[in-house]
């Protein structure tokens, strides 16, 4: 049955840690169409709610784009399922000498899809793709951490940027070794190298397409579990076994399937009818399948915030301005009503679960003096009218409230504006638009108010913090703040990890006190898991989904 014939069905009948989900009563485990005793077909059907942007190693920064790549390509580790990297294009752990800088890598005998050999020279290129200023990475700051690549960021002239190329601290000795000098220590250097973009790119490959790279399956490679063969954009994509994978042999899964359905009441219809073995839940949903076992919770480190353009709307660089709009909201009666999915109302910039670096869990450390403030409807019209008499402003302008067009979103947006309007007396209006036009809105900083949320590239308090920066392509408001700026860039360097953690407690502090963004909640995503299906994981940041082991029982 079709996609769009089962949704059409679908829509009639609907008038901690990281955690590795299975393991059932037999009667449970069964698939939907196997009879007792025979053997299931290894196909997976996975709802999702948004299109992937263009499947760009350099260019993806969505987790839509994460999704696919990590399930058709991989880096030289991949985090299992406590979280921890695993030996994957690499043959075995990297060499790290004394000081931390150097990191010498010995790739395995592996090959991409089309059966050419996967070279240290590869993975060379790609990092030098991603830094040159032309590819317009918006991720590059993260490849920035090897030695000599802010220079290439930073070059200006075609002859700079390649010149600077050369001096990168990425090496190949050879076509199995590797070699990266970074320009300081980086304690968890090793579970980034697992991260998407220090995935390698078949140059040969990238370079004819051109812009064109990644935008359909015929223009997409990679050398991980699984191939992408087929993408019917804004429907769904399918893939399958990569035979070529260096690992196939252990590769248990045939096909995968990912819908893409917006709306959260088709995705469980597809669900409940046997076409989905994925799908996420949401407020009543969720309260459904509470004692079911088909309910899998991913507790994720993602923090859902708004973002003000402070130079499109002058008045939104006042912090009292900002202070009144973010205090306005009723952030437990936001969760508890709109989200209702175990989600939990934020309590600072750095969700809660997330470690400082030094073995402790951020939020626990940082809870007396990191405070941010609660909701208070008299207070918040107060610092309005204060914040609106130091412009010599009667009344801010009509708000536009930029956000994604799914379900949850608009309902998100709506609550907030009629927040504001019942608190504050803001006249505000809701822009929902597809999610890959909500990211290059945001990203050319055309909205008033945007709606953004962010999940942890790696567990460490700096990929919410660093962001902020004032000159970071991800600080989309263009919030600035020197101080900040300073004890981020001093956090950056210091190589003591209680002193790091500190320097991090108070920047955030600086970030909250400021207003610079205001976090509404930090999001769990709780999913109807068919129970037939085994090791599939639920990273709590990277990846939506990891299907790496999955299995069907």
Known sequence: MSLKKVMSTALVLSLVGTAAIGCAKKEENQTPGTSPGKTAAQELRINTGAEPPALDVSKASSVASFNILNAVHEGLYRLDKSGKPTPALAKDMPKISEDGLTYTITLRDANWADGTPVTAQDFVYSFQRSLDPNTKAEYAFVIAWIK?????????????????????????????????????????????????????????????????????????????????????????????????????????????????????????????????????????????????????????????????????????????????????????????????????????????GTSDGN??????????????????????????????????????????????DTETSKKSLEFIIEQWRKNLGVDAITEPVPHKLRLDRSEKRDFDIVLSLWGADYN?????????????????GQWSNKQFDELIKKADMEVKPAERAKLLADAEKILLDDTGIAPIYFRSKPYALRPSVQDLILPPFGPEWEVRWTSIK
């Open 460 to 476: 460490d308090p700096m990929t919410f913090l660093d962001m902020f920066l004032s000159d970071h392509p991800f600080n989309r």
């Open 359 to 404: 073995g402790n869990e951020f939020r626990t450390v940082t809870a007396k003096n990191n405070v941010q403030a609660s909701f208070d409807a008299a207070k918040a019209k107060q610092l309005l009218q204060d914040g609106l008499k130091e412009l010599n402003m009667t009344a801010l302008p009509q708000i536009k409230l930029l956000g994604d």
């Open 148 to 352: 000599g690549g802010d220079a290439i960021m930073k070059a200006k002239t075609p002859d700079e940027i390649a010149a600077k190329k050369k001096e990168l601290g990425a090496v190949a000795k050879d076509d199995k070794t590797l070699e990266i000098k970074l320009e300081k220590p980086v304690a968890f250097f090793t579970e980034i190298l697992a991260f998407l973009n220090y995935f390698p790119q078949k140059q040969a490959f990238v370079d004819p397409l051109g812009e064109k790279n990644g935008a359909d399956a015929d223009k997409v490679i990679g050398a991980g579990p699984y191939k992408l063969t087929k993408w019917n954009h804004e429907q769904s994509i399918e893939l399958v076994k990569n035979e070529k994978y260096w690992d196939a042999a252990n590769v248990k899964l045939d096909k995968i399937t990912i819908n893409i359905v917006k709306d959260t009441n088709s995705g469980l219809n597809l669900y409940e009818t046997g076409e989905a073995d994925l799908t996420e839940l949401k407020g009543d949903q969720y309260q459904a399948y509470l004692n079911k076992p088909d309910l899998a919770i991913k507790k994720e480190l993602t923090n859902v915030y708004l973002e003000f353009q402070e130079k499109k709307i002058p008045a939104f660089a006042n912090a009292k301005i900002r202070a009144a709009l973010s205090m306005a909201i009723d952030r437990k009666g936001f969760v508890d009503t709109v989200i209702s999915n175990g989600s939990v109302a934020s309590t600072g910039v750095v969700p809660g």
